[in-house]
């Protein structure tokens, strides 16, 4: 059985960091591309961030840039997002994904998805 678990939110002031991790289960993670989406309540899922299988290429939406960093571990089977200078406005459920296929990633349309973790940002 595949799972994709994420862990390492919670509830933090603004100006301060957070490392998000997704653990895979029933998965070799080093054969798929990554991405981290977040859902703030009413609203829909949006792409933060992906990496490549061999981690060479990394792409961010715009608002995170600079403050965010994906990463991964192939041997632990774990992805990370490291998140630096939080804001309110980064409050949302965090999602990872897992997929073959990079555009289709970057389109939320990966082949699994976890659970997600809160990450609540208070000013």
């Known amino acids: 059985q595949v799972q994709l678990v994420e862990s390492g939110g919670g509830l933090v002031q603004a100006g301060t960091s957070l490392r998000l991790s997704c653990a895979a289960s029933?998965?070799?993670?080093?054969?798929?591309?990554i991405g981290w989406f977040r859902q703030a309540p009413g609203k829909e899922r949006d792409f933060v961030a992906a990496?490549?299988?061999?981690?060479?290429?990394?792409d961010y939406t715009n608002s995170v840039k600079g403050r965010f960093t994906i990463s991964r571990d192939n041997a632990k089977n774990t992805v990370y997002l490291q998140m630096s200078s939080l804001k309110p406005e980064d409050t949302a459920v965090y999602y990872c994904?897992?997929?073959?296929?990079?555009?289709?990633?970057?389109?939320?349309?990966?082949?699994?998805w976890g659970q997600g973790t809160q990450v609540t940002v208070s000013s």
């Open positions: 029933g998965l070799p993670l080093s054969s798929y591309n």
């Open positions: 990496i490549t299988s061999s981690g060479g290429i990394t």
């Open positions: 994904a897992a997929g073959l296929g990079w555009m289709s990633l970057l389109r939320a349309s990966p082949k699994y």
